[in-house]
């Protein structure tokens, strides 16, 4: 199993202000994904990032938006940048291991 | 391309009396098949999962699927609802480590 640790559990944020979610995992992993839920919406896959290489971003998702650190195997940051109200979602850490995929409990993002 | 269709955005059924939330799949591969429950500003809770064993799945708070490979299906139902359950309930298909999520169906429960 994995047990994620994910701060801030939510904050609401000034337009064209930057916040920083952290993950933290009890074990090692090499990937861990970073999604979006929008209000009333399932999850939207925002990046997967791996340890030691750039992240990779789904469609419609780009790095200077939404930078990603992933410095070491139990860690990770995601950045929502130069926010807008339309970025107030719940934002999620995920990881997968062999047969589950674990997640952090969700940043819930309120920008006015 | 992989897919995950649920297929009702919402469900009410009276407390005490059957749940059905209906789940398709298209998958190229041999999927894993999960349902995870979602309660107003809680976390994401796995309730069951399919990995290949055995096609019916037994999960937590009485909940159960079937895996149907020939109806591409992955249902997940409960004899009697209680208004705990009242949630959103996501279907998703995992290919290696990447997860399809469904659009997610709200299940009100009638007093």
């Known amino acids: 199993s994995a047990v994620i640790s994910q701060k801030p559990s939510r904050d609401i944020c000034q337009r064209g202000t930057s916040l920083t979610i952290q993950c933290q995992v009890d074990?090692?992993?090499?990937?861990m994904f970073w999604y979006r839920q929008q209000p009333g919406q399932s999850l939207t896959l925002i990046a997967t990032?791996?340890?030691?290489?750039?992240?990779?971003?789904e469609s419609g998702f780009v790095i200077d938006k939404f930078p990603i650190s992933r410095p070491n195997l139990t860690f990770s940051t995601l950045t929502v940048s130069n926010m807008s109200p339309e970025d107030s979602s719940i934002y999620l850490c995920?990881?997968?291991?062999?047969?589950?995929?674990?997640f952090g409990q969700g940043t819930r993002l309120t920008v006015v | 391309a992989q897919s995950v269709t649920q297929l009702d955005s919402h469900v009410s059924v009276s407390e005490g009396t059957p749940v059905l939330l209906r789940c398709n799949y298209s998958?190229?591969?041999?999927?894993?098949l999960f349902w995870y429950v979602q309660h107003p500003n809680k976390g994401l809770q796995l309730l069951l999962k399919?990995?290949?064993?055995a096609t019916l799945v037994k999960g937590i708070n009485g909940f159960e699927a079937e895996f149907k490979k020939s109806e591409t299906s992955f249902h997940l139902t409960k004899p009697s609802a209680h208004m705990s359950d009242a949630a959103e309930y996501f279907c998703?298909?995992?290919?290696?480590?990447?997860?399809?999520w469904g659009a997610g169906t709200k299940l009100i429960i009638k007093p």
């Open positions: 995920s990881v997968a291991k062999p047969g589950e995929a674990f």
């Open positions: 998958s190229s591969y041999s999927p894993s």
């Open positions: 990032a791996n340890q030691g290489s750039e992240a990779t971003y």
């Open positions: 074990s090692q992993v090499t990937m």
């Open positions: 998703v298909v995992r290919i290696s480590y990447q997860l399809i």
């Open positions: 399919y990995t290949s064993a």
